[in-house]
């Protein structure tokens, strides 16, 4: 292991561990997510430039009822692509 000298300036005596960013609207956990399902949520990713997790967040929430927001333009244009692409 290769070991480096830490710059004296620096006070952590007071320093924690943990999330940089506290977020307490949201709770990490883990989950088991089939391969396929995971590839799918990336490559939207690339397509809509959110985060999968976010995507991830998306569904769940539409799929429980609390997709209660109001739909962009921008998801609805997408929408309709999608819907005629599978005509």
Do not use: C
């Not at 307490?24 to 883990?30: A, D, G, L, V």
């Not at 209660?68 to 333009?73: A, I």
């Amino acid at each position: 292991m290769k070991s480096f000298d830490m710059n004296p300036d620096y006070d952590l005596t007071k320093a924690r561990r943990g999330a940089v960013v506290s977020r307490p609207e949201k709770n990490r956990i883990t989950i088991w997510i089939d391969n396929d399902i995971l590839e799918a949520y990336r490559s939207h990713e690339e397509k809509t430039g959110k985060g999968y997790q976010t995507l991830v967040n998306e569904t769940l929430r539409t799929a429980i009822g609390l997709g209660d927001r109001p739909v962009t333009e921008e998801a609805l244009r997408r929408i309709l692509r999608e819907g005629l692409a599978h005509q």
